[in-house]
C-alpha cells in the first residue's frame, strides 16, 4: 500500500514582469501555507527565477523552471544549463507541448533535456500529449508510448519515481478551455502508469495538465491515476491557483 502525495505545480509561461512574478508567487505562498498532504509548485521564468526563490525560497512551495538544455556549459548562446539551476531550484519542465510545436523540439532533443536536468540532480516533469488529429485517429497510445520511449533512452539507468514526474497534457485541450473528461485523463495516465512499470520497474506520479480550473480540479483529482496537475492560465491568478491546490490536498491517497 502507498500513499501518493499529490503535486500541483503552475506553469506561468511567458508572463508576468519580474515584479508581478514576485507577487505572485507570495501570493502563492501565503494563500497555500498550511496545506497538508499537497505539493506545491512555481514555473516562472528564467529571468524570474532567483528573485522568486528569494521570496520562495525557503517555504513550502517548490520552484521550478520552464526548460533546461541538454548541455552543461559552452558555446549555446541563450540556453540555460542544469547546472545553472541545480542547488536551488528544484523542478525542470521538459518536452511542453509548446516547445514541441511552437519551436519544434524533438522526441530526441526532449530525451537528452531530461536526461540532462536528471543528471545533475534536478526533479525532471516530463510533459508528453497526444495533437488533436491524433486522437481522432486512435493514435493517442502509439504518440505517447513513443514520447516516453524516446524520453528514456537517453538515461543512463531507469529512473526511480522520485527523480522525475510525468505531465499527461493533451495538446488540444491546454490554453484551449476543453480539458479532457476525467475519464479520459484517468485512460491515458493509467496507461502511463502501467507502461512505465513495465520498462522502469515503477511508475512515477503522473500529474494531467489542460485547462485545469477550480471547477474541474476535484473531478479530475478524484481519479486514481491522476496524482495532480499541471495549470497554465488558472496559475497566473493566485486564488484559483490555491483553489486548485486545495482541492488536491485532501488527495493523500491510499491506493
Ligand atoms: P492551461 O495550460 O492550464 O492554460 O491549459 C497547461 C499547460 O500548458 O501546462
Redesign the pocket.
Known amino acids: 500500500m502507498t500513499v501518493t502525495t499529490p503535486l500541483v505545480a503552475g ?1 506561468w ?1 511567458m508572463n508576468t514582469t519580474v515584479e508581478e512574478g514576485v507577487k505572485l508567487a507570495e501570493a502563492v505562498r501565503l494563500g497555500t501555507e498550511g496545506l497538508k498532504g499537497v505539493e506545491v509548485a512555481v514555473l516562472p521564468p528564467f529571468t524570474h527565477l532567483r528573485p522568486v526563490y528569494d521570496e520562495i525560497g525557503h517555504s513550502h512551495v517548490q520552484l521550478g523552471a520552464q526548460d533546461v538544455f541538454w548541455e552543461t556549459k559552452g558555446a549555446f548562446t541563450g540556453e540555460v544549463s542544469p547546472l545553472m539551476l541545480a542547488g536551488w531550484c528544484e523542478h525542470a519542465l521538459v518536452g ?3 516547445r514541441r510545436h511552437i519551436l519544434g523540439e524533438t522526441d530526441r532533443e526532449v530525451g537528452r533535456k531530461l536526461a540532462a536536468a536528471l543528471a545533475a540532480g534536478l526533479h525532471g516533469i516530463l ?1 508528453v500529449g497526444e495533437l488533436e488529429e491524433e486522437r481522432f485517429a486512435g493514435e493517442w497510445v502509439t504518440v505517447i508510448d513513443r514520447q516516453l520511449h524516446s524520453a528514456l533512452e537517453f538515461l543512463p539507468q531507469p529512473p526511480t519515481p522520485g527523480q522525475y514526474v510525468i ?1 499527461y ?1 493533451p495538446c488540444w ?4 478551455g476543453r480539458t479532457a473528461t476525467p475519464e479520459q485523463a484517468h485512460e491515458v495516465c493509467a496507461h502511463i502508469k502501467a507502461w512505465l512499470t513495465e520498462r522502469t520497474g515503477a511508475a512515477p506520479r503522473v500529474l494531467y ?4 480550473t477550480p471547477d474541474n480540479a476535484a473531478s479530475l483529482f478524484a481519479e486514481t491515476a491522476i496524482d495532480g496537475a ?5 496559475s497566473l491568478r493566485a486564488e484559483q491557483f490555491t483553489a486548485i491546490v486545495t482541492a488536491a490536498a485532501p488527495g493523500a491517497r491510499v491506493g
Open positions: 506553469n509561461k511542453h507541448s509548446e510533459a505531465a497534457e485541450a491546454i490554453g484551449t495538465g489542460g485547462s485545469v499541471l495549470v497554465g492560465g488558472a
